[in-house]
T-cell receptor, first 113, second 114 residues
Framework: AQSVTQPDIHITVSEGASLELRCNYS??????LFWYVQSPGQGLQLLLK??????LVQGIKGFEAEFKRSQSSFNLRKPSVHWSDAAEYFC???????????FGDGTTLTVKP | ETGVTQTPRHLVMGMTNKKSLKCEQH?????MYWYKQSAKKPLELMFV???????ENNSVPSRFSPECPNSSHLFLHLHTLQPEDSALYLC?????????????FGPGTRLTVL
């Protein structure tokens, strides 16, 4: 069975500091991986996705993520966090067959001034 | 209007009421989805429609009844709900249901069942 784990429920960083949100997946093959962001009262917005090729992918709003097959991870990073980045972040995967999505529990990001 | 829209944005209903949630996508996609997002729980896939046909029902109770009259519209009919059904209901669409098809989400309907 496929699964996605986001080990950190809540992370607090200072504005201007770097950020890394962790995501681990469990799947028998290479999955398709996504990061979404959800602001309060809003739906999910796609930040970036990885299907194949270069393992470092760039997304919107200055985010990037790196796929590491050996660690079954797809961690999200940003070099300098802005107050507007405060939100909930979801890692998700789809399998290569049916396309059924599995989401992690989410990580809530708080940004300190 | 662009993207995925959902109405109403907020809904309060009693357990004996019947109401419907509406989702509309303006992206020309073929697949549409209903998700339930409860506090402190992961996003739960409820239903998937592809070319108006239901392709997935994730063991959802019959008090939730989806309807997809065309590829642009998706409804979720609600009746005899329970307080534990209170949640944010998200609609999404994608070009198709393949693994590489990115899902685009609406803003959700915040449902409260009294």
């Amino acid at each position: 069975a496929q699964s996605v784990t986001q080990p950190d429920i809540h992370i607090t960083v200072s504005e201007g500091a770097s950020l890394e949100l962790r995501c681990n997946y469990s799947y028998g093959a290479t999955p398709y991986l996504f990061w979404y962001v959800q602001s309060p009262g809003q739906g999910l917005q796609l930040l970036l996705k990885y299907f194949s090729g270069d393992t470092l992918v760039q997304g919107i709003k200055g985010f990037e993520a790196e796929f590491k097959r050996s660690q079954s991870s797809f961690n999200l990073r940003k070099p300098s966090v802005h107050w507007s980045d405060a939100a909930e972040y979801f890692c998700a995967m789809t399998n290569t067959n049916a396309g059924k999505s599995t989401f992690g529990d989410g990580t809530t990001l708080t940004v300190k001034p | 209007e662009t993207g995925v829209t959902q109405t109403p944005r907020h809904l309060v209903m009693g357990m004996t009421n019947k109401k419907s949630l509406k989702c509309e996508q303006h992206l020309g996609h073929n697949a549409m989805y209903w998700y339930k997002q409860s506090a402190k729980k992961p996003l739960e896939l409820m239903f998937v429609y592809n070319f108006k046909e239901q392709t997935e029902n994730n063991s959802v109770p019959s008090r939730f009844s989806p309807e997809c009259p065309n590829s642009s519209h998706l409804f979720l009919h609600l009746h005899t709900l329970q307080p534990e059904d209170s949640a944010l209901y998200l609609c999404a669409s994608s070009q198709n249901t393949g693994g590489t098809d990115t899902q685009y989400f609406g803003p959700g309907t915040r449902l409260t069942v009294l």
